[in-house]
């Protein structure tokens, strides 16, 4: 058996009943905060897929077994720790060893045990960025400074990141947003996304690893109405990675949004720190 070629793979058939309990596992763990849910999904998801493949009825090269078992990896390191922001040493540790771990055990089990090369980080892409890859990242200043204040002041979502009042807790706060975000390219993009495109077409791949990117944030502290940020942000990130094939390009239109986050979280918190730097003021 071979592979399908790219325009072969499906839209919607029926390996998406397991991808979809799967990916659906993360709205359990990370929304509803419920483990054992998630624990169930990822059980049935991957116990349906096995079948499916041992039934012949969507056996591929590769496994969809095998990819979803990935994804689900990375999801239960991730939940073994609360997603609250914070900012003291154990935070900061836990961060870096779940957030981590998250993305290197399953390159490792994809590399070394299922003797493949499903994960990959294609730091350079197609080469040069062009213009419009250019305007784009101006864009997403511009559109970060014009939306992201009005979201996190007034929803109040603001008070989900720990009080920032010292150069020590600001320059914590930079670093931790910073990290995290280059976290998201790496397992949304690079793993979850990556992995699903193997088996289904671009379109459903991405609002599948979508649903695992945005119930990751809605933990972390995008809540309210966040998710009319979030979900559009998760889907045109993995657009931009398919066009520009490129994670230095993704990790930099992300490390600009989050640098407009930082600011106004710095501004929330300290009223007239940052002067009039954005057009909502601080409460």
């Given at each position: 058996?071979?592979?399908a070629?790219?325009?072969?793979r ?5 390996r998406?009943?397991p991808?979809?309990?799967v990916c659906?596992?993360a709205p359990?763990?990370f929304?509803?905060?419920t483990p054992?849910l998630?624990w169930?999904l990822?059980a049935?998801?991957?116990?349906i ?7 012949d009825?969507a056996a591929s090269?590769?496994s ?8 689900a ?17 154990a935070a900061?540790?836990?961060?870096t060893?779940?957030l981590?771990?998250a993305?290197l055990?399953?390159y ?5 045990v299922y003797?493949d090369h ?10 040069r960025?062009?213009?419009w ?5 101006v864009?997403?200043?511009v ?5 992201l204040?009005?979201?996190f ?17 600001i ?8 990290a995290v975000?280059i976290?998201?390219e ?5 793993t979850?996304?990556?992995l699903?495109r193997?088996?289904f077409?671009d379109a459903?791949?991405?609002?599948l690893?979508?649903i ?6 809605w933990?972390l502290g ?6 009319l940020?979030?979900?559009p942000?998760?889907l045109?990130?993995?657009v ?7 994670l ?5 239109v992300?490390?600009?949004?989050d640098?407009v ?5 710095v501004h ?6 940052l002067?009039?730097?954005?057009l909502?003021p601080?409460?």
């Amino acid at each position: 058996m071979v592979r399908a070629d790219a325009g072969a793979r499906p839209l919607v058939d029926v390996r998406l009943v397991p991808a979809l309990l799967v990916c659906l596992a993360a709205p359990a763990f990370f929304v509803l905060l419920t483990p054992w849910l998630g624990w169930i999904l990822l059980a049935i998801g991957l116990g349906i897929a096995a079948l499916l493949e041992r039934k012949d009825v969507a056996a591929s090269i590769p496994s969809l077994t095998r990819d979803l078992s990935l994804i689900a990896i990375g999801m239960l390191i991730v939940s073994v720790i609360p997603l609250k922001a914070e900012l003291d040493d154990a935070a900061m540790i836990r961060f870096t060893l779940a957030l981590g771990g998250a993305v290197l055990v399953p390159y490792l089990v994809s590399r070394f045990v299922y003797r493949d090369h499903a994960i990959r980080f294609p730091w350079r892409g197609g080469g040069r960025w062009t213009l419009w890859q250019w305007a784009w990242l101006v864009a997403v200043l511009v559109l970060g400074w014009l939306i992201l204040p009005f979201y996190f002041i007034t929803s109040g979502v603001y008070e989900n990141w720990p009080v920032v009042d010292t150069p020590d807790l600001i320059a914590r706060l930079f670093v931790g947003v910073g990290a995290v975000g280059i976290w998201d390219e790496l397992f949304f993009i690079c793993t979850c996304f990556a992995l699903l495109r193997r088996h289904f077409a671009d379109a459903t791949a991405n609002v599948l690893q979508a649903i695992v990117f945005v119930s990751f944030l809605w933990e972390l502290g995008y809540r309210a109405w966040g998710p009319l940020l979030t979900i559009p942000f998760a889907l045109l990130q993995a657009v931009i990675f398919l066009r520009t094939r490129s994670l230095a390009y993704v990790v930099t239109v992300h490390l600009l949004f989050d640098a407009v986050v930082f600011g106004v979280l710095v501004h929330a918190h300290n009223p007239g720190l940052l002067g009039a730097v954005f057009l909502v003021p601080a409460p």
